[in-house]
């Protein structure tokens, strides 16, 4: 009988370790590391994902590579990701912890400021280019493919010749400070429509919104 229920026991701790690689989903806010940055435009998958831990109450732990922070939606594991490789080598660490995870690359989203959409404007694509966005021109060489997921969100574009650089690495403005809970909101309605509804839903449901 003790036999019997060993059986049982080791069967059900194996059954939880060989967790279905389509219920897995690894989901990157790109940023770069460190109080500087904390709160600029460049920042917002940092953001993002912050917004989303926070409403699951979960939180997040320095592991290799990056920060990570693990909750559950629907009987879906999400595994959060902010990478602290910066901006330029963010695919290292999604590559590592996609393997690490054995995360499907069809379940992988990647949240990324862009400066061609209007401040808060949400779009989810299937694919793409870069964009010229280093954290993606990085993911892009790491997976070896330009087919992943991935979430952008606007930061618009008002910026004069050659200021560039200073606009997408400065802070949001007062009025953008004060939308940005509510479009923080709508980014975590967007992560869960991910994991439950899958990208295709999450796409009809939310871009351009």
Do not use: C
């Amino acid at each position: 009988m003790l036999a019997f229920f060993g059986r049982l026991f080791n069967k059900s701790k194996e059954d939880e370790a060989a967790v279905d690689p389509m219920k897995k989903f690894l989901i990157v806010g790109l940023g770069n590391i460190g109080p500087k940055y904390e709160n600029t435009r460049h920042n917002i998958g940092f953001k993002v994902v912050d917004a989303f831990a926070k409403a699951q109450e979960t939180t997040f732990e320095t592991e290799k590579l990056g920060d990570i922070a693990r909750t559950r939606v629907k009987g879906k594991t999400v595994i959060l990701l902010k990478p602290n490789t910066f901006m330029n080598l963010s695919g290292k660490a999604i590559r590592y912890w996609l393997q690490q995870e054995k995360v499907p690359v069809e379940n992988l989203l990647v949240i990324t400021d862009d400066l061609n959409l209007e401040f808060g404007t949400i779009r989810v694509k299937t694919k793409g280019s870069d964009g010229g966005h280093n954290g993606l021109k990085d993911t892009q060489a790491q997976l070896n493919t330009t087919k992943y997921n991935r979430f952008r969100f606007g930061i618009s574009d008002q910026f004069s010749k050659g200021r560039q650089v200073d606009y997408v690495l400065g802070e949001w403005t007062p009025d953008e400070n004060a939308a940005l809970p509510e479009r923080l909101d709508k980014a975590s309605e967007v992560i869960a429509s991910f994991v439950k509804a899958g990208i295709n839903n999450t796409m009809n449901a939310y871009n351009g919104k």
